[in-house]
């Protein structure tokens, strides 16, 4: 709750008394009290939510006025009608007192309250109240103190004047946050409970903030983001980057503790479940597989889909790119390849299969082969067209030629109308007329939800079944479990081949490697940015080339990464980018140190801060990739996240 959630509940119950005021006290029944006076009085004044309150709760035959709370019930409040007065003592002001001094020649008090106090002990429900509508009365109905609840203090209202005088009062003990935070059982306790300090960060402005960088920091990071993302995913560098960049090892580090044997045992589990699945890795120890590579060739005889199953982050994407480019290039230079990735594509598509078949049609124009050209699909239907010339209406050819020509265009416009009928068609004329095998790729299915996936993975089946075409579709093997039992993979029989996560610490080295050639070689650097930026992309070089160092000689910054990124390449490379520029390094420092010595390591403090902490200036448990657990590692003498 909030100041003004405040202000709105003392506003409503200044209306409320002056409506009261001015229809005058009346003899109402129960439910008319209960709808003029207990309502606003709980939902208005004390703001409790509708969806936190039950009327008529029955547990046993028995009927509870209010039930307030959810998923448990905290507060049961017993509603008597406004002509049953309590007779309090004169001058007996809001606040606290005894319940035995309030039984006192008040007998319809003391038995609502018995009568509220059986409904709690019945139902385990530990506060208590009475409430006519201009008076309330509030105590615990069970209690750890060894004081017999009717025996205990009560909090008394005595009129609807009483609640406006003392309004934080009400509030602060009977609102819904100050149940949750037990206010009421430290004002009628024996012992006062203290409230939890508010957390530091509420009291910090602005919090988490954001770090303000230097130049030379807003340089490197600037250059980074281009360098270390964008220049590596370049066209023209494609071929190079994947030569370069890819790791082919399967073999988990020696450093990835925790996640080692999780991946291990996930992978092992994968071969291991009861399924009619072929599985079989995508990568030996002498290359690519030869059932891979046997598979794309038989693939479109074979009616089914190739599924690539790998978690998120390991680089099916990065497979897929090598397997295109390096792997089976030879083999896919003289075959029409066809993609889909969806980790950035088809979000606001409303129909998937349309959007994959579109996405297909403007894939096939860039390649110069235009499905709806008039010439391209005359060849394609020219049995069809043969057909309709030996019809009845082919007589039309000679007779009126005019119209045969109009309904032979009426014909075809028909057939490009089923969009997925006429892309089948065109793919298996064009595989045949130009002796090319089709091999089509959806990837980054597996960064969308189950839904999703499940509808790519028909769509996938579909056009490995109908059409001449070899289909890999990406998985997590999360996805692939839950699909084999419940989901579209039950009637189905994939081919499935596992990848593997890289080994990490080989991946780091090859990246930096890499991208600080790309900017130390000036041919190369000319081509990629203006020469204005020569100075700040220099600096750049030499600090890719501490980092690369610093993974090579601190096996604690690779035990790190690791583990932090669980397997997940993609992340791994994302914590590089973080470092780079980061406002909580002394970038300064570090460039000078390595002028004058041309040795400087990368402690693991200093790259952990660097994660730790990101773009803000405090730590936020809700944007740090670091979870806020110590662990304390007496080898590296520093303290770091766990």
Request: proline content about 5%.
């Amino acid at each position: 709750m909030t100041a003004s959630d405040f202000e709105t509940a003392s506003s409503r119950l200044d209306s409320l008394v002056q409506w009261w005021d001015a229809e005058g006290s009346q003899n109402r029944n129960e439910a008319t009290t209960r709808l003029h006076l207990i309502d606003s009085l709980l939902y208005g004044a004390l703001s409790w939510p509708k969806g936190l309150v039950t009327a008529e709760d029955r547990y046993e035959g028995k009927y509870a006025d209010y039930s307030l709370g959810r998923p448990a019930t905290r507060l049961i409040v017993e509603a008597k009608r406004e002509g049953v007065s309590f007779e309090l003592p004169v001058g007996v002001g809001p606040g606290v007192m005894n319940l035995s001094t309030l039984f006192q020649g008040n007998e319809a008090f003391e038995a609502a309250a018995r009568q509220v106090l059986s409904y709690c002990q019945e139902r385990g429900v530990p506060l208590a109240a009475v409430s006519n509508g201009h008076q309330f009365v509030a105590f615990l109905a069970s209690r750890e103190d060894g004081v017999p609840p009717l025996t205990g203090r009560a909090l008394v209202f005595p009129s609807f004047a009483a609640m406006q005088d003392e309004f934080p009062v009400l509030w602060n003990n009977l609102s819904p946050d100050a149940i949750d935070a037990r206010t009421l059982q430290a004002t009628l306790g024996d012992s006062v409970v203290p409230t939890p300090p508010a957390k530091l960060s509420a009291r910090m402005q602005d919090y988490p903030g954001f770090w303000v960088r230097n130049r030379i920091q807003t340089e490197l990071k600037i250059l980074a983001d281009l360098v270390l993302e964008d220049i590596a995913r370049a066209p023209e560098l494609e071929d190079e980057f994947l030569r370069r960049c890819y790791s082919v090892t399967n073999t988990l580090s020696e450093y990835a503790l925790v996640s080692r044997e999780i991946l291990e045992a996930r992978y092992t589990a994968l071969t291991s479940i009861e399924t009619e699945a072929v599985l079989a890795p995508a990568r030996g120890e002498e290359g690519l597989s030869s059932a891979l590579t046997m598979d794309v060739a038989a693939g479109s005889l074979g009616r089914r889909p190739l599924i690539l199953l790998g978690d998120v982050g390991v680089g099916k994407s990065m497979f897929i790119r090598h397997f295109i480019h390096i792997d089976a290039k030879a083999v896919l230079e003289q075959s029409i390849v066809l993609s889909v990735n969806f980790g950035g594509e088809a979000t606001l598509a409303e129909d998937l299969k349309v959007y994959v078949m579109d996405k297909f049609v403007e894939q096939l124009r860039e390649r110069g082969i235009d499905v709806d050209a008039d010439k391209f699909v005359r060849n394609v239907y020219k049995a069809d067209l043969r057909s309709f010339e030996n019809s009845p209406a082919g007589g039309l050819k000679k007779s009126a030629p005019q119209e045969f020509e109009i309904r032979e265009i009426a014909l075809l416009e028909r057939k490009l109308t089923v969009r997925d009928r006429h892309l089948e068609a065109s793919l298996r004329y064009a595989s045949q007329s130009m002796k090319r095998q089709i091999i089509v790729f959806l990837d980054n299915i597996d960064q969308r939800d189950a839904d999703f996936q499940e509808q790519v993975f028909l769509i996938g089946q579909s056009l490995a079944e109908t059409w001449p075409a070899t289909v890999f579709l990406s998985l997590r093997p999360d996805t692939f479990y839950r699909s084999r039992n419940v989901g579209s993979l039950t009637g189905y029989q994939p081919r499935v081949f596992t990848i593997a996560p890289p080994n990490i610490r080989q991946v780091i080295d090859k990246r930096l490697r890499f991208c600080a050639s790309l900017i130390n070689d000036p041919g190369i650097r000319h081509q990629l940015m203006p020469t204005a930026l020569d100075e700040q992309a220099a600096t750049l070089g030499v600090y890719l080339d501490i980092l690369a160092r610093s993974f090579d000689q601190r096996p604690e910054l690779v035990e790190f990464v690791e583990n932090l990124s669980g397997g997940n390449v993609r992340e791994a490379l994302g914590f590089l980018n973080t470092f780079v520029g980061s406002g909580h390094v002394n970038t300064r420092k570090i460039l000078e140190i390595e002028a004058e010595q041309g040795d400087y390591l990368i402690p693991l403090h200093e790259f952990v801060r660097a994660i730790i902490f990101g773009d803000h200036q405090h730590f936020d448990p809700e944007a740090s990739p670091v979870a806020t657990c110590w662990k304390f590692r007496r080898t590296t003498d520093v303290s770091i996240f766990c």
